[in-house]
């Protein structure tokens, strides 16, 4: 992927400690733009709606039941909003945790959906993301993530 002048997107700025997974974040928000334009891929709450699905998505794949996972719902929302970034941290330990104990190594298993993702082309995704739209999976008034970041 790269910028409307051919360039490749700058990695975040991570004080000087750019890692693989920087890399994979910024090749993911750019083929996001392409799959889904601006607002979808900018927005911190579409993305968060998107999170949930594949984390609901997992725990189906580990066998969870969809009761306790409503029960959950509700767990959380009763409680005090947290702050993004240790979210993010504690869904990445979270991660972690799952993919050991499945035996699975959560970077290789990144890496190939990376992969998986970019190899399809992009009308897949854009029609994906609008039946999801079409089914109320949208938020149309989101925060977004301005565009120098």
């Not at 910024?26 to 993305?47: E, I, P």
């Not at 066998?63 to 719902?73: T, W």
Request: charged share 25%; proline share 5%; with cysteine.
């Amino acid at each position: 992927m790269s910028t409307q002048d051919g360039t490749p997107p700058a990695a975040p700025d991570r004080g000087g400690a750019e890692c693989e997974r920087d890399r994979r974040q910024v090749q993911t928000h750019a083929w996001c733009l392409a799959a889904f334009g601006d607002h979808d891929a900018r927005s911190v709450q579409q993305r968060g709606i998107r999170l949930a699905e594949e984390a609901i998505e997992t725990a189906q794949a580990c066998g969870c039941d969809p009761a306790m996972l409503h029960r959950l719902i509700d767990h959380v929302y009763a409680k005090p909003v947290g702050e993004l970034a240790q979210e993010l941290g504690g869904l990445g330990v979270t991660l972690l945790a799952l993919a050991e104990a499945a035996g699975l190594s959560a970077d290789q298993a990144e890496r190939r959906e990376v992969q998986r993702v970019l190899a399809k082309p992009l009308a897949h995704f854009a029609a994906r993301n609008a039946a999801k739209k079409a089914a109320g999976f949208h938020t149309s008034a989101a925060k977004t993530v301005p565009p120098d970041r």
